[in-house]
């Protein structure tokens, strides 16, 4: 009944740019914070950027400065624009949001710590 929906993934070449889109789909009430994690081959999924439902953010050290993570309330959508990517960025891109509540079957639910299904992120010459 809910779904986080990722896209803007791809190949790019170092030192270029991509943006990432997270749209929650369904008859959503309210998101908490959203953030983007990563995850590589062989490494564990790490953290990226997160941001609360007020604007507030967090980013990894290694994306200071060149990652910028936003979000839409009124779309339901947290974007991650990617600038100055290195090949180390190579990964694959999760969405998640630590607290959804929607309608469902005339109900108010909720789900925790919920995730998208992950885009692909590629860094290469």
């Known amino acids: 009944q809910v779904q986080l929906v990722e896209s803007g993934g791809g190949l790019v070449q170092p030192g270029g740019s991509l943006r990432l889109s997270c749209a929650a789909s369904?008859?959503?009430?309210?998101?908490?914070?959203m953030g983007w994690y990563r995850q590589a081959p062989g490494k564990q999924r790490e953290l990226v950027a997160t941001?609360?439902?007020?604007?507030?953010?967090n980013y990894a050290d290694s994306v200071k400065g060149r990652f910028t993570i936003s979000r839409d309330n009124a779309k339901n959508t947290v974007y991650l624009q990617m600038n100055s990517l290195k090949p180390e960025d190579t990964a694959v891109y999760y969405c998640?949001?630590?607290?959804?509540?929607?309608?469902?079957?005339?109900?108010?639910?909720?789900?925790?710590?919920?995730w998208g299904q992950g885009t692909q992120v590629t860094v290469s010459s």
């Open positions: 998640n949001a630590d607290r959804i509540r929607y309608y469902s079957g005339g109900y108010l639910n909720t789900e925790f710590d919920y």
């Open positions: 369904g008859s959503i009430f309210s998101i908490n914070a």
């Open positions: 941001i609360t439902g007020g604007g507030s953010t």
